[in-house]
């Protein structure tokens, strides 16, 4: 017996090895009761032309002609909410134009279609048709066999002619920022998943990511994927390999500690770029620097907003010195506020241990505490005598704690080098984004040509995410009520679009007063009581849009 709950009929591809030719079935997936399995049933509707283009057999047109004529519906609703906050983002960051250069109208038109999912929805490309179809978009032509078929179609070559419009199209932005991550991923066929250094601390292959973006705008410009074994030395000879095949130059790339070598220095500034990268605590000549300006660093000259809390200020000095690489600037930090809370924590863990060693009860964690700031005396009369190594919570309080040193052969002020660093915290969001909002957190596709499209899919979906993100935040928080780009996009998604057959007008659905306040605050025209509002914001941005596509 065949159980009659069906799910709805797709549309998939199969290719015919022996002719070449790619034909197109009506797919439609069943339970058989009778053999308590899962079953498909399928019917040739077509094929696909020489230039790609869907071409129906008689038997199929026929049927949906006849399918329209008995159609009992009146109407068609679409949901347009959504839309029309992500049809600006589009128009705004001006990537279709460069999609379209890169990979074709319908690939682009595709990609931007799941990327908008991805905004909205941040779940599995699999699971977009129904949402796109009722958003006026044709989910049946991203099925899930589509999805992949298309995610394996963006080669390595289209990937770097996109990069490379896209980067030429940001040609202003010199201030970089780059930094890499680990993503887990379930992937077993797949060359790029390895065992290396996992940062979110998970038991699985991973990939590396390496992710470019500008400083000024923060918006992401380029990305690579490595395998996950690979250090980071390795990684970033392969980023300025890349860059420079690339055409990008004269760029300041912002990276973390982990960056920091001589031979690293070295190929960065040797390939012309320059650089602005934290030094390592541990290295001796930073410690020296630091004894060396200790005693005048605290001087009015001296002093600079703390660019993470407005209402304190920390202290910088500068020192020049010629390396082997060139000239360089080390920028010498001292955060008293950050002293002292790092102090104060220090107290709080030594009084706990305190207790911990008086009581005899303690932790295999805290023997390091132990033994380096504190004294144990056992008596037979007197038992255990516990009390602080003087000399040691002396050394802490009096040492480099609150002391940071910023190195570089781009910017000699301390201040503008502190604020270049700072704007590191804008890419580690792409990353957040790229992981948990992005259905990115653990790679489930298995094949390499697939993972290399679901990522590319992620970083066009940052790049609207950037933008949107950017346009809420620059609205004051009350105003918008403290919602965030998640809040607003939920919603508007209820706001539609009402088609019925046989007129011209259309109607649309009264916007809420939360609809009608965000659609104000982003400008973006909808309709209310009879009249279209926001008209004359919107014709200024399409006219600026059109001339954006000409110049593209």
């Not at 960056?259 to 541990?282: D, H």
């Not at 700031?373 to 003087?390: A, C």
Request: aromatic content about 10%; hydrophobic content about 35%.
């Amino acid at each position: 017996m065949i159980d009659t709950n069906a799910k709805p009929k797709k549309i998939i591809r199969v290719t015919n090895k022996k002719n070449g030719v790619t034909y197109l079935y009506e797919d439609q997936a069943f339970w058989n009761s009778e053999k308590k399995r899962g079953e498909h049933k399928r019917k040739c509707i077509g094929r696909l032309g020489p230039d790609g283009n869907e071409i129906y057999n008689d038997f199929y047109l026929a049927r949906e002609e006849a399918a329209k004529a008995e159609d009992p519906l009146v109407s068609k609703t679409t949901l347009m909410g959504q839309n029309l906050i992500l049809d600006k983002v589009v128009k705004d960051v001006g990537i279709k134009g460069v999609l379209k250069e890169a990979f074709g109208f319908d690939d682009a038109d595709a990609i931007l279609q799941l990327a908008r999912y991805s905004v909205c929805e941040g779940k599995a490309l699999s699971r977009a048709e129904d949402w796109l179809n009722d958003r006026g978009f044709n989910g049946r032509a991203l099925c899930s066999q589509r999805i992949s078929e298309l995610l394996a179609s963006l080669s390595d070559d289209r990937r770097n002619t996109f990069f490379k419009l896209w980067i030429s199209k940001q040609a202003k932005k010199k201030a970089l920022l780059f930094d890499i991550t680990s993503i887990s991923s379930y992937g077993k066929n797949n060359a790029y998943v390895e065992r290396g250094y996992n940062r979110d601390h998970e038991n699985l292959r991973q990939i590396n990511l390496g992710l470019l973006s500008a400083h000024s705008s923060n918006v992401p410009l380029w990305y690579s994927e490595l395998p996950g074994s690979m250090s980071d030395s390795i990684v970033l000879d392969h980023v300025l390999g890349s860059l420079e095949k690339l055409d990008v130059k004269d760029i300041n790339l912002v990276g973390d500690r982990g960056f920091y070598s001589e031979a690293n220095l070295r190929n960065i500034a040797g390939k012309g770029q320059k650089f602005t990268i934290p030094v390592p605590s541990s290295l001796k000549w930073q410690k020296e620097l630091i004894d060396k300006v200790r005693d005048s660093i605290r001087r009015p000259a001296n002093i600079i907003r703390n660019p993470e809390d407005d209402k304190s200020y920390i202290y910088g000095l500068t020192d020049y010195k010629t390396e082997s690489y060139g000239r360089t600037w080390r920028h010498v930090y001292f955060d008293p506020v950050r002293k002292e809370q790092d102090i104060a924590s220090l107290m709080l863990k030594l009084r706990k241990c305190e207790e911990e060693l008086a009581s005899g009860d303690t932790f295999e964690k805290h023997k390091n505490l132990y033994n380096t700031y504190f004294i144990v005396k056992e008596t037979p009369k007197r038992g255990r005598k516990v009390s602080l190594n003087e000399q040691a919570v002396n050394a802490y309080i009096n040492g480099y704690s609150g002391f940071w040193i910023i190195l570089t052969n781009a910017e000699k002020d301390a201040s503008k080098a502190l604020e270049h660093y700072n704007r590191r915290c804008d890419i580690e969001f792409h990353f957040d984004d790229m992981k948990n909002l992005l259905d990115c957190n653990r790679l489930n596709v298995h094949g390499e040509r697939t993972m290399k499209g679901r990522l590319f899919v992620n970083f066009i979906t940052l790049i609207l995410l950037n933008d949107l993100r950017g346009k809420v935040s620059a609205i004051k928080p009350r105003d918008r009520k403290y919602w965030d780009f998640k809040d607003m996009l939920n919603k508007v998604a209820t706001y539609s679009r009402i088609h019925f057959t046989g007129t011209y007008k259309d109607l649309w659905t009264v916007p809420t007063k939360a609809q009608r306040l965000i659609f104000d605050l982003l400008k973006i025209e909808y309709h209310w009581k009879g009249e279209t509002m926001n008209v004359e914001e919107l014709t200024k941005t399409e006219d600026d849009d059109e001339q954006e596509d000409e110049k593209t």
